[in-house]
């Protein structure tokens, strides 16, 4: 059974950072796509970077040089390190697996940005 933890979300500043971490059981992330998403309150839940089995990443444009995405092959963990956060990136974010034909969520980790 495939189980996704997040954790490292918090409460920081405008300007701050955080970094995420997925922890996965059950399954091999190396050869998984592995996604952050985050949701605002009355917002629908949107996708935030990607990383695949071979390395490539991708970025949504507003977190683009911002964000980073990585991955801990022996730790069978992503992460998302966050820089520059803005109040505009305070959301729950959830970790996704795909693999097999099958999609996996976490259940999120709130980041809330404020003074």
């Known amino acids: 059974q495939v189980q996704l933890v997040e954790s490292g979300g918090g409460l920081v500043q405008p300007g701050g950072s955080l970094r995420l971490s997925c922890a996965a059981s059950g399954s091999d992330i190396s050869i998984a796509d592995m996604r952050w998403y985050r949701q605002r309150p009355t917002e629908q839940r949107e996708f935030v970077a990607g990383i695949v089995s071979g390395g490539t990443t991708k970025y949504a444009d507003s977190v683009k040089d911002r964000f980073t995405i990585s991955r801990d092959n022996v730790q069978n963990t992503v992460f998302l390190e966050m820089n520059g956060l803005k109040p505009d990136d305070t959301a729950v974010y959830y970790c996704?697996?795909?693999?097999?034909?099958?999609?996996?969520w976490g259940q999120g980790t709130q980041v809330t940005v404020s003074s």
């Open positions: 996704r697996q795909l693999s097999g034909g099958r999609s996996y």
